[in-house]
């Protein structure tokens, strides 16, 4: 491999860079839906180019607008490229604001491209006695190649010197114009010599030398013993006039009349400010950390010491003595509003201890306040239990604000040690949630660098990672304080940020207040309350799955006629479609044949072992997901304790984890039973209310529908009226398929299902799937309409609301790809009633635990909220009187134009109830 020269000057094919950036994955945009992987992919170049070299001298040359001298030459010149695609065009500036404020010279000369003004560069730099490397993926440039200058290909990682470029073209660098014009670009639309490819091209400039040459003795060729050499003299000579032609444009200009020398080009300091806002504007989070953290070289990707001061100033108190608390102390007491933030040993809420708690009552100062740090020379801190109890009467004061990052967990932290956490009135993750659920994600570190330009000090930066990770009792003082109180400051700091932004949104403002805090405290109480499991009943159940999945296992190395691994994708691509040479239906980004599920799916209709595959993938799937797992995750209090989220969905849903119970299948006899594992203890019951049909009830009251809003208004099954619609049949004569099938163009449409999907789905003609569609739409017209005018409004505000005012923002609704503004546009119909379901059920939530408080007894608790179901744990004996007020009260969350029907289930367990 060549040897890369030291210090040399670099030039950047920028518009090389540009179109390689652009056809190459990831293809990135951000929140406001606008491309941005072309512009990362160039700077992620360059910073590589960047770290590579060091160079003091550096150009990025680009192709000028407009025509150039080789179209005054040949009209038809690059004629037949396509024109540069829109989401191109729009990165192009991005691009050059970014390269000048990394501090690096960026030349464009109108009349040529940016190969002649390397070219001219180049030969400039070593006539001067410089060394020079051009960057770039364009062969062209091989002709400018000498002992002095050298390409280097950043994509492939490749360096080619003079040597170089004969092993790869067969020719040296004198002889890359000849091989050029004899070929022809297509491309480019160079003419060359008619039927010569690269293998006859070579045989003729290793035989005989370059075009003059051959031009010079024509005759000569035909003994050159290529095939076709015996008539290729005669075609040279018809075709000499384009064979000049192609040569002249293929030729790099090596006399471009430029301004810079080559002392202009040095790199210079870059703008620090400047790439701030840009990096931001585009969302490159990464690069804007590095930046903010290690300074202006982070820009470039330069290695330095120096460290930038951070964007958000502020000095903190370390309290260790009862003087310092005192201070603090009446500090909080007498803010209106203060920030806070509990430090802990463990991110499970049942398990964690209580470390220490920080303190913000102002944006430039904040207070670690430590309490249980045991490392090796820890100072004398104050008692913890003195300390909370101080504390206690402060927290649970409902008239003393609070504002936080996820108070939920910091509230159930504190319930372990008696305090009832009062007065939470901001939650900064909401805040942001509520203001836009799609921008970003909602943990401080991102919020902190996206509207604050500040870079926090990270957990495994003081911590460490991995097995080794302390736990931050044991983590020393003088890094555990500025990070406790950092977490403090900055919430403080991002609420007066995003407050006002969030009150600009009356709607969003009124979503936030009104749902999402009030919902903190129930959701955090449900948490830690917990639902019963049956552990033996799970073990047995894996016990059968395991035996399932062996007997599964079995048929199908029988079906395939030898044993293989069914989990293997390599081992089933061999056996589905080598061996038993299934119809390859897609392939994998690599070429291979996809052995994905929707595949599979494909495939079961015709064929046995894609029908077992999928079953033993599934039972799989549920005994490693819940039958093993379950069981494991019964914590102390004998209980399961998941973690609900109120800042992960884009449409307001929660969501949960450790266990997700949003996610256990209801259709199928195992996914049941695992249901049946959730029990009720002796004397109690298990209560599982949910919400009818509530979505397509959300879609007639948003369309007005008159043929919805009857169905409902008069308790009719929906689905039947839909089919009796669709199928044209009396309702009482509607068969069971033919409601299948009216089921399936319901639900379908309100989730932008195309005719495609439909008949994919009910396995029929796409055409009779586009018939049931087309039937719908005239039997409900109010539905088309409010889809059309949902799509309108979508594409006009780039957002969607539910009906109490969540903003559901579509980044990609006016994307040039018209695969992401399609998917865009089945979100925008959708998103309005799965937010506004998502609304109803938290707003249910805070009437419900009204509701429980108001018993004030141990009579009835909310266990669960998994989608638009809500399960409690009630004595026996009073199941049925708190069956009816809650099915009352939940039916009253909303008021539609269409009944709100609530339906309860009683039983021992989960699956009983529902």
Known sequence: ??????????????????????????????????????????????????????????????????????????????????????????????????????GLPLIMIEGVEADDVIGTLARQAERAGHKVVISTGDKDMAQLVTDNITLINTMTDTVMDPQGVIDKFGVGPELIIDLLAMMGDKVDNIPGLPGVGEKTALAMLQGIGGLDAIYGDPDAVAELGFRGAKTMPKKLRENEEAARLSYLLATIKLDVSLTETIDDLKVISADKDALIKLFGEMEFKRWLAELLDGGANASTGNSGDNRATEATAFEHDTILTQAQWDLW?????????????????????????????????????????????????????????????????????????????????????????GIELKGIEFDTMLESYCFNSTASKHNMDDLALKYLSHKTVHFEEIAGKGAKQKTFNQIELEQAAPYAAEDAVITLQLHRHLLPRLQQQPDCYRVFRDIEMPLVPILSAIERQGVL?????????????????????????????????????????????????????????????????????????????????????????????????????????????????QAVTATGRLSSSDPNLQNIPIRSEQGRRIRQAFIAPKGYKLLAIDYSQIELRIMAHLSQDSGLLDAFAHGKDVHRATAAEVFGVAFDEVSSEQRRRAKAVNFGLIYGMSAFGLAKQLGIARGEAQRYIDVYFDRYPGVKAYMEKTRKQAHEQQYVETLFGRRLHLPDINARNKMRQQAAERTAINAPMQGTAADIIKRAMIDVAGYLDAQCNDEIRMLMQVHDELVFEVKESVADAHRNALCDLMSTAAELDVPLIAEAGVGDNWDQAH
Do not use: W
């Open 329 to 417: 102390f009446d500090k909080l007491s007498q803010a209106e509003l203060f920030a806070f933030d509990t430090e802990t040993t463990s991110l499970n809420y049942m398990e964690a201890e209580l470390v220490g708690i920080s303190f913000a009552v102002d944006v430039d100062r904040g207070a670690y306040l430590p309490l249980t740090h045991d490392y090796d020379g820890a100072p004398q801190q104050l008692d913890r239990d003195q300390v909370l109890s101080r504390l206690k009467p402060l927290l649970e004061n409902p008239d003393k604000h609070k504002v936080g990052q996820n108070l939920k967990y910091d509230m159930s932290v504190l319930a372990r040690y």
């Open 533 to 645: 499991l049956d552990s033996d009943l799970l073990h047995q159940q894996s016990s059968e799955i395991g035996n399932l999945l062996d007997s599964l296992e079995q048929q199908a190395h029988e079906l395939a006629g030898e044993s293989f691994n069914l989990s293997s994708t390599k081992q089933l691509q061999r056996i589905l479609f080598e061996k038993l040479g299934y119809p390859v239906l897609k392939k994998t980004p690599k070429g291979a044949p996809s052995t994905a599920e929707e595949v599979l799916q494909d495939l079961a209709q015709d064929y046995e072992l894609p029908k077992l595959i999928l079953e033993h993938r599934s039972l799989a799937k549920l005994k490693s997901t819940y039958t093993d797992k379950l069981p494991l995750m019964v914590q102390n209090s004998g209980r399961v304790h998941t973690s609900y989220h």
């Open 1 to 102: 491999m060549a040897q890369l020269p030291e210090n040399p000057l670099v030039l950047v094919d920028g518009s090389s860079y540009l179109y390689r950036a652009f056809h190459a994955p990831p293809h990135l945009t951000n929140s406001k839906g606008e491309p941005t992987g072309a512009v990362y992919g160039v700077i992620n170049m360059l910073r590589s180019l960047i770290r590579q070299f060091n160079p003091g001298h550096l150009a990025v040359v680009f192709d000028a607008k407009g025509k150039t001298f080789r179209d005054d030459i040949y009209p038809e010149y690059k004629a037949q490229r396509p024109s540069m695609p829109d989401d191109l065009r729009c990165q192009i500036q991005p691009v050059h604001d970014i390269i000048r404020a990394m």
